[in-house]
């Protein structure tokens, strides 16, 4: 798998969105690298299930592989309300 890399002023994740370099089979993950001024991770408050349907955030994992690298630069990184970030 490859490296998702972004540039950007502010990055906001919310509402059961996923931002994924992750790898379902035998391979490794890939990696993500970010760079902004803010990054904003905003899961569901009310899941029963944050770390499956419901997963809101920034996702490196695989199955059997090796997970990939999650590299974030930011001013300010605030993640509420059951976000994730996992690598």
Not at 14 to 19: D, E, F, I, N, Q
Not at 42 to 58: E, K, N
Not at 67 to 85: C, F, N, P, R
Request: hydrophobic share 40%.
């Amino acid at each position: 798998a490859g490296t998702i890399q972004i540039k950007t002023d502010i990055l906001s994740v919310s509402s059961a969105a996923t931002l994924s370099a992750e790898s379902t089979g035998t391979g490794d993950a890939g990696g993500i690298s970010i760079e902004a001024a803010e990054v904003n991770i905003t899961g569901v408050a009310t899941s029963s299930d944050p770390f499956g349907a419901d997963l809101t955030g920034l996702s490196a994992r695989t199955v059997t592989g090796q997970g990939g690298s999650l590299s974030v630069t930011a001013s300010k990184l605030l993640i509420t309300d059951q976000g994730l970030v996992t690598s």
